[in-house]
């Protein structure tokens, strides 16, 4: 008899909404044809790694040097934990060292391994929301509670929200910048108010909130926008992330963790997230990619046929009467659904798809009346999606 806890969830109408869309999708194609249906429901890169990377993976692929795929230390290889402090220095502005980073299984492993090593039973879980949907179930499978807060009505934060919503049982503040879905970038105000609240909190209380920032798609801005840093604002900033969307590489789950150097719970930190690794089933990062990565995590790739599919996308929707949240970066963007559905996204993505259109509905991110659409696919899916876009507006 599987878990009633796992039973509820995965018979709950919102869970998995994207895979969901996802798997619906392929079988769309297979009925009509794929260039017939409109498919956005994923955020899955389609641009090629860049070469640096390519060439790294038949570099490290050449070495058959004895015990090239055995174990390392839990944390990762000493190598390419170098290289990703190296890394958080350029981003953070800040000294960085090897001993501050954990190398896991992606950000969604890295958040999951900082999440068991902070929480209590019953702590609590701060998020701005809309939020991704999966931040639900890492906080649950650690038995603590997730307090969603609302932002602005243009998504960015609202500190005073936050501010609110702290006590004694908050172990975190989680903010994901670039966000997805809505593809807002905190400001660099912002981020100090909201370490500001974090310190007042905790010379208050004697605990601390970490303030954990899940940021996979740093490097996808537009505009000339720069992601804040953390670590030069608040002593107890962790820093989840990936090369999953920057370097199109999701599916060999690599990322890591890195902790504020200066942070004063840095040894217990480390020690709990090494420990966590290990017994979450990890034990290690993937030997490969670890190798890949440190050759290869300071490729540039060329980021501007997003930029060039979010305008577009921007036009259909445009075509279509849609409002929408224009977003800063990543590559997804935030659709309010029209005014005579009443809120009710799950019925009109589900309308949607009587068009071939494949959304995700915004209840799925705790964004209700709402619906967001990954543009990480061919201009042509963009394209040619307009007149079904309207047709979905215009008929009920």
Not at 36 to 48: A, T
Request: charged content about 25%; glycine content about 6%; overall charge negative.
């Amino acid at each position: 008899m599987i878990s009633k806890k796992v039973k509820s969830i995965v018979e709950s109408p919102s869970n998995g909404v994207i895979r969901k869309m996802f798997e619906e999708g392929a079988l769309l194609k297979q009925k009509y044809g794929a260039d017939k249906v409109y498919d956005f429901s994923i955020g899955n890169p389609d641009l090629d790694p860049p070469q640096k990377v390519v060439d790294a993976v038949m570099k490290v692929a050449a070495d058959t040097t004895h015990l090239r795929h055995g174990y390392m230390p839990n944390a990762g290889y000493p190598e390419t934990r170098a290289a990703m402090a190296k890394k958080t220095e350029v981003e953070q502005g800040v000294p960085v060292t090897a001993d501050c980073v954990v190398m896991e299984v992606g950000a969604g492993g890295a958040l999951n391994v900082i999440l068991k090593a902070i929480l209590n039973p019953e702590d609590e879980i701060v998020i701005p929301c809309p939020y991704f949907a999966e931040y639900n179930n890492y906080v649950a499978n650690y038995n603590g509670v997730v307090v969603p807060v609302k932002t602005k009505e243009d998504f960015n934060l609202d500190v005073d929200n936050i501010k609110a919503a702290l006590n004694e049982k908050t172990a975190a503040v989680l903010i994901n910048s670039p966000n997805n879905p809505t593809g807002r970038i905190y400001s660099e105000g912002d981020i100090i108010a909201l370490a500001k609240v974090l310190k007042e909190h905790g010379e208050k209380t004697g605990r601390y909130p970490y303030l954990i920032c899940d940021e996979p798609y740093r490097a996808i801005t537009y505009n000339n926008m720069k992601v804040a840093s953390v670590f030069d604002k608040y002593e107890y900033a962790v820093i989840a992330t990936s090369f999953a969307k920057n370097l199109s590489l999701p599916g060999e789950r690599i990322g890591y963790l890195c902790i504020n150097p200066v942070c004063p719970e840095k040894a217990d930190f480390m020690a709990a997230a090494i420990f966590c690794t290990r017994v979450l089933g990890f034990v290690n990062c993937p030997a490969f990619f670890q190798k890949v990565i440190a050759e290869s995590w300071d490729a540039e790739p060329d980021f501007s046929l997003y930029e060039k599919r979010m305008k577009e996308i921007c036009e259909v929707m445009d075509y279509a009467g849609l409002k929408y949240a224009k977003p800063d970066g990543a590559f997804y963007l935030f659709v309010k659904i029209p005014d005579s559905w009443n809120d009710d996204d799950m019925a009109f993505t589900n309308h949607m798809k009587n068009y071939n259109i494949l959304c995700a509905p915004g209840s799925g991110f705790c964004g209700k009346g709402w619906f967001r659409i990954s543009y990480c696919c061919s201009e042509a899916t963009i394209l040619n999606s307009k007149d079904a876009f309207k047709k979905a507006v215009e008929e009920k």
